[in-house]
């Protein structure tokens, strides 16, 4: 009997400034209708002016909006690279139907992530910087086949979910008052958590169940 890894609840939408964007695995983002005048009208309506400074983790002017970037592109370059390694673990999963069903999981919640980054981005004129296409589209991981890609694929979704994980936390504190940037973060943590937990379910479910192991891994 195929194991499946176990899927997280249906997570709520991500609102940035009024404007909410569906997280939801496999379902492409839909953003509020409305003019983009209006969806500005509400970006700036939602602004709180606060005025006390980084160390109390507030945001305070051009030094919290340089953080933002950094978190921005380090989200951006996140959303990208799961994305394109999710494409790849299709393509090589064949008819392993866990490694399918987690492959499809990623590259839609990275999808309506990365929406969400965009929106965040543009309504706090944070460019987004390119990305790192040897992570991506490029990696490494396209070289391998069956039980040494599953390998690979998932402990690098194990690893990389926890640095994400352990970032984001740290964004946590440190945008604490800065309630657009707070909503993202803390929609954004437990999407995280249970990649990472769905990552390592399969990771033994692998190791251990004959129907779901590499050699299962066959194109049709």
């Known amino acids: 009997m ?9 997570a709520p939408p991500i609102v940035i400034a009024g404007t909410p964007i569906a997280v939801h695995r496999t379902k492409k983002i ?17 602004i709180v002016p606060l005025g006390i400074g980084m160390l109390l983790f507030i945001f305070a002017g051009a030094a919290s909006a340089q953080d933002l970037g950094t978190l921005l592109n380090n989200a951006n370059q996140m959303n990208y690279e799961e994305v394109a390694t999710a494409k790849i673990a ?4 064949g008819d392993n139907q866990a490694m399918l069903t987690y492959a499809e999981t990623i590259r839609g919640d990275h999808e309506a992530n990365e929406e ?43 690893a ?15 945008f604490k008052g800065d309630p ?18 769905m990552a390592q379910n399969l990771k033994y479910h692998l190791s251990t169940d004959s129907d779901q192991k590499s050699s299962n891994n066959k194109t049709k």
């Open 30 to 46: 839909a953003i509020a209708r409305g003019s983009d005048s209006q969806r500005e009208y509400h970006m700036i309506k939602r």
């Open 90 to 93: 299709k393509d090589k999963a």
């Open 180 to 197: 657009n940037v707070e909503i993202y973060i803390q929609q954004t943590l437990p999407i995280l958590q249970a990649h990472l937990s």
């Open 160 to 174: 990389g979910h926890k640095a994400a994980l352990s970032t984001f936390k740290a964004a946590e504190r440190g």
């Open 116 to 158: 969400a980054v965009s929106a965040l981005s543009r309504q706090r004129n944070v460019k987004l910087e390119g990305t790192d296409a040897s992570k991506g589209e490029k990696s490494k991981l396209k070289d391998l086949n069956g039980g040494d890609f599953n390998a690979a694929y998932l402990d690098d979704q194990i």
């Open 2 to 10: 195929n194991a499946h890894p176990a899927r997280p609840t249906k």
